[in-house]
């Protein structure tokens, strides 16, 4: 038993939307925005590969041949991070990898988001035969290993970047709508998607105008979270040589490059395998922080 | 009103609502007896123009389920409602949403019932565009005008719900439901939520809108204090059915169904002559699922004979436009 | 129920004495004072109504008695006496020891007080085992069972001991609160603080549980501070009364008195907004405006905005005056006759 004894609540004077309040709540988080800050600037060196790339990440020079990083004996400065088996610049591989996972990372997740989104509200709204045959496919689709089914796909579909975001989208839509579903189901029963039925809006109104901004939130978060996911995905089906194709650089595919040679050469598997940790530690840390602002709903 | 009395403004007869639990898919495949909620049981009434029908009693009892079914924002199970002379309860989708022009609700908790993520001003305003009522720039105008009317500024339009104390998104939610000009409004508990001197102020802003604007309301309250106040005549709801509905005076003066009577004296007065000698009921309100046979009040009734555990009491005229459904009450 | 308190206060010494309680949360906009300055006594025997809107400080006052003030507010000032001790400066072990044992406090919203993971039984027996020192050694488990069986039965659960097994969703919202009063009263607390303990209920189950609490205060020979809103329960239920208002007390002193002579304009207007059942043709007369902020409200009376009765001189500290046997108001005007 603990007293619900709670301060009564100031009003402010500046109208202020929810959505801001939980952005003001979140730049508040130092250590989240230290780690959005981490994401952006992966996003900066993926946007601006050719112009801070340092070398040509296709380039082979096969007297730079497994050349270890600069401060190891027989490492150069200019290839700071050192070079692979065909002597390609790693840092600059690395800069272009990024352009891959975050490609695929953010197509993926919009596109499914996307998708769910709309199934999701459309299950949770209109009940039903829509919801039960939406259900079920959600409820099948889950009951596959993702890594496998897209092994399945990808194998079906043959490689490609565009394939890549297919296969994961195929089951990755199925998350965002349980979630929107769930939402849904919950705010549906609030008065005031009643209130917009008594006033005679449509379907289509209330889930898309009343709803679907109530329930913004929680999809974003999510989002952010799967993300993460997703890129880890990529970079294991790279790994596995079913995803992007050599000799376009992708994190995953430089781990499986180098990992023949891990003991005498460890800088050529390593990097890339800094490069996924980091960033997506930072997408994670990212997301736990803006569900922590989207989560005491608009109780300032 | 004695000339209105042929065309009320709204008839329901042997209304219903059954909400079936247990009907999911498995529980058809398992062949589970299905469970039958009836919410609503039969229940009819009229209200004429200009009146204030109360309705009262406990949570649970169906009162909101009533009006919600009567608005048809519930579909009915059967039964018939008639508005302004035509029969609603079977209008296709279309035309009851040009309906509920006329037909408006305004919800018991001010907190839920805004969406917290639309401005006043799109609040508001969203039936007049909805409806295709007002052009762009006068809905402002409108908007503006009806936020006066229920006491709020025009500088509010651009504040969120969030921004406003319960009584003033009372206001709020009042100025929605009142925008389309409707001739018929159900008050669902409005003022449950709020604090004493709050309540007084909304019943006022609902009293004198009600006079400037010539509505009918269906008010429905656990407060019996409120209810006595506001409204012409009386419905008292049990379990899902009327048990009692007279003039406001009457049922609370001499009430006759015990139900009435122990919960009149239940309130808690502040006049020490006023109290009652109470009526004590004994237990709690049965499972509106597997409610009693016979009079459904019988199991808390301290005046049940024999014949309450098996025969279903009518609602019956007294005299007066007073009715009872108790085997105990004669007419007068 | 309606003892001639006023006689026995003068004779005996308060049970709970609460002297200038100041509770502050500070927020965004500025440090709330939820209670601002509290003066109450409650003696040995008595049902103390506290009433007011929310925002009045009616439960944070008694949250601060019972040290269960919300982070990150904090009592700022003052001091609370309960029975001889100084509860603002307890240790956690003996706020443990007392809370339970000779306070106990009923909430309102029953199903989230209650764990639901507990069934009945062993929420009563926590309590009994902890705070109980009457329970023999031998046999403890069986006692406190036998304990917590018998305190449901006073609270009028029927079948209590099948149903003491049952978790509290089991229950309806007014056997929850039978259920809470029960675990309140299991240790026989000398004060019992019912915050709310009907609001959630029906009318029917509200007198219930209200003629329960009386009973049990007069069996038990216990202290009730009754928190409510509504004036109709604190007039059949309570012998003084106190109204508070933006934090403070503004009137206060023996129920029926204050209520058929209110002296602060406050206390009128809340009698004058109730509906009578008795007088349906009165209008009910509501206090225009709202609670003002708890931030900064310094020198001025916290009613003047809303007051008919106001004066220039009203925007000054207003403090409490006697004005009868027994009673105070604090208002300037309390000795007028304002009609």
């Known amino acids: 038993m603990s007293a619900a004894i709670q301060a ?79 002597g390609r610049d790693i840092l600059s591989r690395i800069i272009y990898g990024s352009q891959v996972s975050i490609t695929i990372g953010l197509a993926v997740v919009l596109i499914s988001t996307a998708i769910g989104t709309v199934l999701g509200l459309a299950a949770g709204y209109m009940r039903g035969w829509v919801d039960i045959a939406i259900s079920r496919v959600v409820d099948i689709l889950l009951g596959f290993p993702y890594l496998i089914f897209a092994i399945a796909l990808m194998a079906m579909m043959g490689p490609g970047l565009q394939n890549i975001i297919l296969a994961l989208v195929y089951k990755e839509w199925v998350v965002p709508a349980r979630v929107v579903r769930g939402e849904v189901l919950a705010a549906r029963e609030m008065e005031y998607v009643e209130a917009a039925r008594a006033i005679g809006a449509p379907r289509l109104h209330i889930m898309f105008r009343e709803i679907l901004p109530n329930i913004l939130s929680p999809v974003i978060v999510v989002s952010t979270i799967r993300m993460a996911h ?35 050469a460890w800088w050529v598997s390593t990097f890339p395998g800094i490069a996924i940790l980091v960033l997506v530690l930072s997408i994670n840390v990212a997301s736990q922080g803006l569900r922590d602002a989207f989560d005491p709903k608009f109780s300032d | 009103m004695s000339d209105m009395q042929h065309r009320p403004l709204l008839e329901v007869r042997d209304l219903e609502k059954v909400y079936h639990l247990n009907s999911g898919l498995l529980q058809r495949i398992a062949r589970q007896p299905a469970l039958n909620l009836r919410a609503v049981n039969k229940v009819s009434f009229s209200i004429q ?19 919600r079914t009567v608005l048809r924002l519930h579909e009915p199970t059967s039964g018939s409602i008639t508005f302004e002379g035509s029969d609603i309860t079977k209008l296709p989708h279309r035309e009851m949403t040009a309906l509920r022009r006329s037909m408006q609700i ?60 319960g009584g003033q998104r009372q206001r709020i939610g009042i100025a929605r439901a009142l925008i389309l000009n409707p001739s018929f409004v159900v008050c669902d508990e409005p003022v449950s939520a709020l604090d004493v001197s709050i309540q007084a102020q909304i019943i006022t802003l609902l009293e004198s809108l009600k006079r400037e604007l010539g509505l009918t309301y269906l008010f429905i309250s656990h407060d019996i204090g409120v209810i006595g106040h506001v409204s012409d005549r ?64 019988h199991t808390r009734c301290p005046f049940a004979i024999e014949r309450c555990r098996h025969e279903v009491p009518a609602l019956r005229d007294l005299g007066g436009d007073m009715k009872a459904a108790c085997h105990l009450v004669s007419a007068s | 129920m309606h003892s001639t308190r006023s006689s026995v206060t003068e004779m005996t010494a308060p049970l709970l004495s609460i002297r200038n309680l100041k509770t502050c949360f500070p927020t965004r906009a500025g440090l709330v004072t939820a209670v601002d300055g509290v003066d109450l006594d409650l003696y040995p025997g008595e049902c103390l109504g506290i009433v007011g809107e929310s925002g009045s400080g009616k439960s944070v006052t008694f949250a601060s008695v019972i040290g269960l003030v919300r982070s990150p507010g904090y009592v700022a000032e003052g001091t ?68 917590a069986v018998e305190m449901l039965r006073l609270v009028g659960i029927p079948a209590p001991d ?40 029906d009318v029917t189950i509200q007198a219930q549980v209200l003629d329960l609490i009386g009973d049990l205060r007069r069996e038990l020979g216990m202290s009730v501070v009754l928190i409510t809103h509504d004036l109709g329960v604190v007039a059949e239920h309570t012998d003084r009364v106190a109204v508070m208002y933006a934090g403070q007390v503004v009137e206060i002193g023996p129920t029926q008195e204050l209520i058929s002579q209110p002296k602060h304009p406050y206390t009128r207007g809340l009698i004058g907004l109730i509906p009578r059942l008795s007088d349906l043709d009165a209008p009910i007369k509501p206090i225009e405006g709202q609670v003002p902020e708890l931030i900064g409200l310094g020198g001025i009376c916290r009613f003047h905005d809303r007051c008919d009765y106001r004066l220039p001189q009203c925007r000054s500290d207003i403090p409490m005056v006697a004005v009868g046997p027994g009673r105070q108001a604090r208002c300037i005007r309390a000795k007028e006759n304002l009609s």
Not at chain 2, 49 to 67: D, F, N, Q, Y
Not at chain 3, 109 to 129: F, G, H, K, R, S
């Open chain 1, 8 to 86: 009564p609540a100031a009003m402010p004077e500046r109208a202020e939307t929810p959505t801001w309040q939980s952005l003001r709540r979140f730049s508040g988080d130092g250590f989240s925005v230290a780690a959005a800050i981490v994401v952006l600037i992966f996003v900066l060196l993926a946007v601006l590969a050719p112009w801070i790339a340092p070398h040509d990440p296709y380039e082979t020079d096969l007297l730079r041949r497994l050349q270890p990083p600069a401060w190891m004996e027989g490492g150069e400065w200019s290839y700071i991070l050192g070079c692979d088996a065909l």
């Open chain 1, 230 to 264: 997703v890129i880890i995905l990529e970079a294991s089906l790279s790994f596995l040589g079913i995803g992007v194709q050599p000799p376009t650089a992708s994190w995953g595919s430089m781990v499986a490059d180098g990992r023949s040679f891990v003991l005498d």
């Open chain 2, 49 to 67: 123009p200009g009146e204030t029908l109360g309705l009262i009693g406990e949570s649970g009892c169906g009162k909101s389920t009533l009006a």
């Open chain 2, 106 to 165: 305004i919800f018991q908790d001010p907190y839920a019932s805004l969406n917290p993520r639309k401005s006043v001003e799109e609040i508001v305003g969203l039936p007049l565009s909805l409806h295709g009522i007002a052009k762009r720039g006068e809905i402002r105008d409108r908007v503006v005008a009806m936020l006066e009317s229920v006491g709020l500024k025009s500088a509010h339009m651009g504040r969120f719900p969030h921004q406003f104390s």
């Open chain 2, 234 to 297: 009386i419905a008292v709801m049990y379990l899902g059915d009327i048990v009692e509905m007279g003039p406001s005076r009457e049922v609370l003066k001499a009430p006759k169904h015990p139900y009435t009577k122990a919960l009149l004296s239940a309130v808690p007065q502040i006049d020490a002559g006023a109290r009652r000698e109470r009526v004590k009921l004994t237990g709690d309100l049965p499972s509106p699922i597997a409610p009693p046979p016979g009079c459904k009040f």
């Open chain 3, 80 to 147: 609370i006496r309960f029975d001889g001790t100084d509860l603002r400066n307890l240790e956690a072990e003996q706020w443990r020891q007392l809370r339970g044992r000779d306070i106990a406090m009923t909430m309102q919203d029953a199903l989230t007080a209650l764990n639901p993971a507990l069934t009945v039984a062993e929420q009563i027996e926590e309590v009994l085992l902890a705070h109980a020192t009457d329970l023999p050694r031998k046999g403890r488990w069986e006692a406190a069972r036998a304990r």
């Open chain 3, 162 to 201: 099948k149903r003491i097994d049952d978790y509290p969703h089991q229950f309806s919202g007014g056997m929850r609160q039978r259920i809470m009063i029960a675990i309140a009263l299991s240790c026989r607390p000398k004060l019992l603080i019912a915050d709310e303990p009907t609001t959630a209920l």
